[in-house]
């Protein structure tokens, strides 16, 4: 998986003639900003739960987030082998802290929560015994139990531990049954990049970036290329990114969170164009 910098202007417009949209593009979106929804919600609950309950840090066990139809929650939960809630923090779609509802009342875990709970240790599990996951320095895995169109997974992803990084790649995916049994697990991507975005010494602004899909990881942007891209997105100010595949290029729209993809052969004859106009301007 190779990153390349992109820099000046991106014509996303230019794109729509050459766009393809169907249900496996739409299906990925629609995971990938669910994922990103969950993740939000772990980022802000956490900030918040400790900034109003210091007393009850040692007693985390773990957190875990999920959506319903309406908002998106955050629960805390103790160490006991039988957990107990000892937070609840939801928000609505803006994710505003102002709007956010904290309940501490409950304390016995939902159906839905237990089962995500149950994934959830189960992969942890697989990570400390699987020599497939790494870790890498200045870096944390961070497992994000879903379920998805009636579907059990963990996606585990690579956070940075420093600020103005975005990580690409070291990411997994286990997927389970009802019965919550492992019935599969698999790295994503097949290595990790590294990036530092608004560097203060770069000739010029970054306004998106790209990287490669190896046969491996497939022709598409995955899920959770998405999720990292809007979660971080907005950070390093970009306004696109291309994931390029062997046979379609996938652009990410960060004003408009949205996806495009056209294939290699329109992306090189809408280039030749482009060199074309810039000759006639010269």
Not at 41 to 62: M, N, Q, V
Not at 67 to 82: G, Q, W, Y
Not at 172 to 194: A, C, E, P, R
Not at 273 to 281: A, N
Request: hydrophobic fraction near 40%.
């Amino acid at each position: 998986m190779k990153l390349i910098f992109l820099t000046g202007i991106l014509l996303l417009p230019a794109f729509g003639s050459f766009a393809q949209n169907n249900e496996q593009e739409q299906a990925i979106v629609a995971e990938g900003k669910a994922l990103y929804k969950t993740e939000m919600a772990s980022w802000y609950g956490t900030d918040l739960f400790l900034e109003r309950f210091p007393a009850k840090r040692e007693k985390i066990g773990g957190y875990l987030s999920y959506s319903d139809a309406e908002r998106t929650h955050c629960i805390f939960f103790d160490r006991s082998e039988t957990p107990q809630v000892l937070a609840t923090i939801s928000f609505d779609s803006t994710f505003r802290i102002a709007s956010a509802l904290v309940d501490t009342t409950r304390t016995v875990l939902s159906e839905t929560e237990s089962s995500l709970y149950a994934i959830r240790q189960l992969a942890l599990a697989e990570l400390n015994s699987d020599t497939l996951f790494k870790t890498y320095k200045n870096t944390n895995l961070n497992l994000i139990p879903l379920i998805w169109n009636g579907e059990k997974k963990v996606y585990v992803l690579t956070g940075p531990q420093v600020n103005g990084v975005v990580i690409f790649g070291n990411d997994y995916l286990l997927t389970f049954d009802q019965n919550n049994k492992l019935t599969g697990k698999k790295n994503l991507h097949q290595n990790i990049i590294v990036l530092n975005y608004n560097d203060p010494n770069a000739d010029s602004k970054q306004v998106g970036a790209m990287h490669n899909h190896s046969h491996e990881t497939g022709d598409l942007i995955t899920v959770t290329d998405i999720c990292t891209l809007m979660l971080y997105g907005k950070y390093a100010d970009w306004e696109s990114h291309m994931v390029i595949g062997e046979k379609s290029v996938s652009i990410w729209d960060f004003e408009k969170n949205s996806l495009v993809v056209i294939s290699r052969e329109a992306l090189k004859k809408m280039e030749k164009d482009q060199k074309k106009r810039k000759k006639k301007k010269k």
